[in-house]
T-cell receptor, first 112, second 116 residues
């Protein structure tokens, strides 16, 4: 069974601070996706990383896929209240066209 | 709006009743997935379709659960004889599929099921 563990589970920081969320597994994934979910809504795709060591940037968000494709991180620079939400990593095989194995989630709160 | 659409958004029912949810995927997406999410957890895979064919079912999908995608477009998920443990958010996602890197999954806003 493939498992993805995220840390921290909860994170509350002041506006303007930087933070990193980690997603770790003992399994290899062909791709890894990061989603953000608001209460009462479905997960919204932020990014897909495919190549080991790949780094992608989305404005103040930087995503990295581990060299061995077993782990990933999400770094947010100068966090803003709009970044508040549940961040989920999800691993997939066959380039995301089969079932996703989701991480346990990181609930992020940015305090104004 | 051309995103994934799910109906109803909320369903409250008594234990033992049957419920059916509907998912309309993004147009021209061949793959459709169902997931279940309980409070404080990430979504868990239930089943997925390639066009009208159901290709995989999770062990979570007991005999009381059945999913269909009769014409390869919308899908329904039925739960028979609901139990309190069925209370969860049921999420549907679709992707272009199959193969290649063109297939990240896009999610609907889910149906929240509450069993009284």
């Amino acid at each position: 069974t493939q498992l993805l563990e995220q840390s921290p589970q909860f994170l509350s920081i002041q506006e303007g601070e930087n933070l990193t969320v980690y997603c770790n597994s003992s399994s290899v994934f062909s791709s890894l996706q990061w989603y953000r979910q608001e209460p009462g809504e479905g997960p919204v795709l932020l990014v897909t990383v495919v190549t080991g060591g790949e780094v992608k940037k989305l404005k103040r968000l930087t995503f990295q896929f581990g060299d061995a494709r077993k782990d990933s991180s999400l770094h947010i620079t100068a966090a803003q209240p709009g970044d508040t939400g549940l961040y989920l990593c999800a691993g997939a095989n066959n380039f995301g066209n089969e079932k996703l194995t989701f991480g346990t989630g990181t609930r992020l709160t940015i305090i104004p | 709006d051309t995103g994934v659409s799910q109906n109803p958004r909320h369903k409250i029912t008594k234990r033992g009743q049957n419920v059916t949810f509907r998912c309309d995927p993004i147009s021209e997406h061949n793959r459709l997935y169902w997931y279940r999410q309980t409070l404080g957890q990430g979504p868990e895979f239930l089943t997925y379709f390639q066009n009208e064919a159901q290709l995989e079912k999770s062990r979570l999908l007991s005999d009381r659960f059945s999913a269909e995608r009769p014409k390869g477009s919308f899908s329904t998920l039925e739960i028979q004889r609901t139990e309190q443990g069925d209370s969860a958010m049921y999420l549907c996602a679709s992707s272009p599929g199959p193969g290649g890197t063109a297939g990240p999954q896009h999610f609907g806003d889910g149906t929240r099921l509450s069993i009284l």
